[in-house]
């Protein structure tokens, strides 16, 4: 049993960024499907679509590189976890790297980048930084 799934998520993008694979494949959920959303709008991986497999339906992230082969996440970081949540105010969201990251929050209204949470004041579960 898998305690915390988005780790889990982060962990594959992460190791599949440092062998290049050109995609990753993992259980699909809604967070997920909002994390690899907020990932696309960012313009941090090309794109995500499910695959309807048996037993269960999977995610698969195209991954970014640049033109010469540069990876265009360098840094995938979990803030909040299962034992230690983390929630921050609209107005305590920083950028990170002086806005080159970013951070993806959980708020009422679903997944969004701390730019759009921001924008639209508001807060909610910090999920990860993304650099």
């Known amino acids: 049993m898998m305690t915390d799934p988005i780790a889990d998520m982060l962990t594959r993008i992460r190791n599949a960024v440092r062998v290049e694979r050109p ?27 499910e695959v309807v497999q048996t037993p269960a339906a999977q995610l698969r992230i195209e991954l970014k590189y640049g033109p010469n082969g ?33 951070s993806i929050v959980s708020t009422s209204r679903g997944v969004v980048s701390d730019r759009e949470a921001r924008q639209r004041n508001l807060g909610g579960e910090v999920l990860c930084e993304v650099w």
């Open 70 to 102: 540069e990876r265009v996440i360098q840094k995938v970081r979990r803030v909040s976890s299962p034992g230690r949540r983390v929630y921050r105010k609209a107005r305590e969201l920083r950028p990170i790297l002086n806005g080159m990251g970013i």
């Open 23 to 49: 995609y990753v494949e993992m259980p699909i959920s809604k967070v997920k499907r909002g994390l690899a959303d907020v990932l696309k709008r960012e313009g941090y991986i090309w794109d995500w679509e």
